[in-house]
């Protein structure tokens, strides 16, 4: 059974910094490319960043040069770094195998 649980949100100030990590389980997880998606208040899920078994990665124009995608196969865990962030990346945050594995998500609040 496929399990990705994330962690490390909660509330930070615009301008701050705050890591999220996605555990997963059931996986060959260093075989596997991964992802972060997003879904504000009232909107559409969208897609923040992608890294590939080789660790090469990809960034939405949003957030591209203060998000960054890792992982450590060791630990089976994606990690997502955010810096300088902005209220418009408030947002629900969730940890994603394509195509069809998701995590439940973790709150981000930015106040302003």
């Known amino acids: 059974q496929v399990r990705l649980v994330e962690s490390g949100g909660g509330l930070v100030q615009a301008g701050g910094s705050v890591r999220l990590s996605c555990k997963a389980s059931g996986i060959h997880f260093a075989l596997q490319s991964m992802a972060w998606y997003r879904q504000g208040p009232g909107k559409e899920r969208e897609w923040v960043a992608s890294i590939t078994s080789a660790g090469s990665t990809t960034y939405a124009d949003s957030v591209k040069g203060r998000f960054a995608i890792s992982r450590d196969n060791g630990r089976r865990t994606l990690y997502l770094q955010m810096n300088s962030l902005e209220p418009e990346d408030a947002a629900i945050y969730f940890c994603?195998?394509?195509?069809?594995?998701w995590g439940r998500g973790i709150q981000v609040t930015v106040s302003s």
């Open positions: 994603h195998r394509p195509p069809d594995n």
